[in-house]
């Protein structure tokens, strides 16, 4: 892509109504334009990013053997009625009317509809188990939205919805979205710790928020200092298999950790002093077993093994895709702007002319950028004829990885210089050299 004719409204100025670091970054470096209060568009760096965290999510949703579908946004209040959510959820649905004046709503979960596309196909206990899940927008009328796209009221998830006959059954679908969220977290460069959440009426233990420890983060949470060097499940980890996941979620339960809401003192104060962790934290994920809660009331069952009927075991896993993007942030950023981790960066390399239109730079430049675009680099070329300390404030603020930089001394002697944006370190090296380092 070449910035001059791209689409990347950089701010100079920090915006006064950003209160953490993260939503001042997006809104500097272009990636997302508030529409109205908690509704905001996503410009195109923004986009990138927000793709690549969904690729990620989407692959481990899939290697976990998750279904991928696309459920509406606008769903009937029908559905609603039936479980009996449809006034229990109060002021944050948006309920509207359709020109028939029927009543409809902006979803904010999907148990309802996908219980309904369960119940209207699924009749025997040998299509179990099943998890479908989608990404897709959702809508609550929050009372505070606030932090940008942290919380805001339409938003971004990924939400899968797991059938199955048994509760043993469905804690075996429940561990596989566990490992399957720890992966995801790690693959975009977090440290997320699952943490017991409030079942509420169903009871029992399952039920886990995922947490990013950051001083920015609306939970307060307690947990042992472990976990932050805890072993991620990895690639090959077999989700078929009922003890090697019950082993992954057993290592991930045996230590202290819980928000606010669930924390119990004196279990904390058995932790080593040494070893307690108290911060605050972001959810980024939340897994539920909420057994027939729904498929109770809409009749979803299935014919089991002794040939009588039975109500399928549900559970619930989100992920917020667009609260993770400024989560990432929050983690990864200094005094400049952001760090990217290379999983979600928007582009994989910036190439910096410092001197458009000088014919040696504009070659070199042409050059890289034409060999990283074919070996299939996602590569930002910076060809505008702005100044090279601008050019240099604008790639440090966008986060790219690597810098590429052209600069007419450089450049005489067939050389370029490569800067790493994490760690600043900047190398001479010739115009191959830096291409092999991409090809190669
Ligand atoms: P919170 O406690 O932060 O309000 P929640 O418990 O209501 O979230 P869930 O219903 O568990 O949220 O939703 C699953 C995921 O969706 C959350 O873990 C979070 O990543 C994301 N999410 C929820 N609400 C918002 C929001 N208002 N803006 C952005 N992301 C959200
Ligand atoms: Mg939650």
């Known amino acids: 892509m070449r910035l001059s004719r791209y689409f990347m409204p950089i701010l100079k100025e920090n915006p006064k109504e950003a209160e953490i670091v993260s939503h001042r ?3 500097r470096a272009g990636m997302i334009r508030q529409q109205s209060q908690g509704i905001y568009s996503w410009l195109p760096l923004g986009k990138r990013v927000l793709d690549k965290v969904n690729a990620i999510i989407r692959d481990e949703q899939n290697r976990a053997g998750a279904i ?3 459920m509406p946004t606008l769903q009937s209040a029908e559905l609603w009625q039936e479980s009996g959510r449809y006034d229990a959820y109060g002021k944050e649905m948006l309920r509207i009317k359709d020109r028939q004046d029927r009543p409809m709503l902006y979803g904010p979960t999907n148990e309802e509809m996908v219980t309904d596309i369960f119940r209207s196909s699924v009749k025997s206990y040998k299509d179990l188990p099943l998890n479908l899940y989608h990404i897709q927008l959702k809508f609550r009328d929050e009372i505070r939205p606030r932090f940008g796209t942290m919380r805001s009221r339409e938003f971004m998830m990924k939400d899968a919805y797991s ?13 596989k979205m566990f490992a399957a969220y720890l992966r995801t977290f790690d693959r975009l460069g977090l440290r997320a710790i699952p943490m017991r959440a409030d079942t509420g009426p169903i009871g029992g233990k399952l039920s886990h928020e995922f947490i990013i420890l950051a001083d920015t983060g609306e939970s307060e949470v307690f947990c042992h200092k472990d976990f932050v060097d805890f072993d991620i499940p990895g690639e090959h980890t077999d989700f078929d298999s009922v003890e090697g996941l019950q082993a992954i979620f057993d290592k991930w339960t045996s230590l202290y950790a819980a928000t606010s809401e669930m924390h119990d003192e004196a279990a904390f104060n058995a932790v080593p002093e040494g070893d307690r962790l108290s911060a605050r934290g ?3 994920g939340h897994i539920f077993y909420f057994g027939p809660k729904y498929s109770e009331p809409m009749g979803a069952k299935v014919q089991g093994p002794d040939g009588k009927e039975h109500f399928v075991h549900m559970g619930s896993y989100g992920i917020g895709p667009t609260r993770l993007v400024p989560a990432i942030i929050e983690a990864s950023h200094d005094d400049n702007g ?9 582009f994989d390399v910036v190439v910096i002319n410092m001197k458009a239109g000088d014919q040696a730079c504009d070659d070199t430049c042409e050059l890289i950028y034409a060999a990283l675009s074919k070996a299939g680099k ?5 060809d505008t004829d702005d100044r090279a300390g601008t050019k240099f404030a604008t790639a440090d603020l966008i986060g790219v990885p690597v810098q590429i930089i052209a600069g007419p001394r450089a450049v005489a002697n067939g050389e370029v210089e490569v800067k790493d944006r994490k760690t600043g370190a900047r190398e001479t090296m010739t115009i191959e050299a830096a291409i092999n380092r991409f090809v190669a």
Do not use: Q
């Not at 059938?163 to 561990?175: K, Q, V």
């Not at 952001?338 to 928007?346: D, G, T």
């Open 25 to 27: 970054l997006m809104l």
């Open 68 to 70: 991928e579908l696309s």
């Open 163 to 175: 059938f199955d006959l048994t509760r043993e059954a469905a804690e075996h679908s429940y561990n």
């Open 282 to 284: 972001i959810e980024v």
């Open 338 to 346: 952001i760090i990217w981790p290379a999983s979600v960066a928007p």
């Open 378 to 382: 996602d590569v930002l070329y910076d």
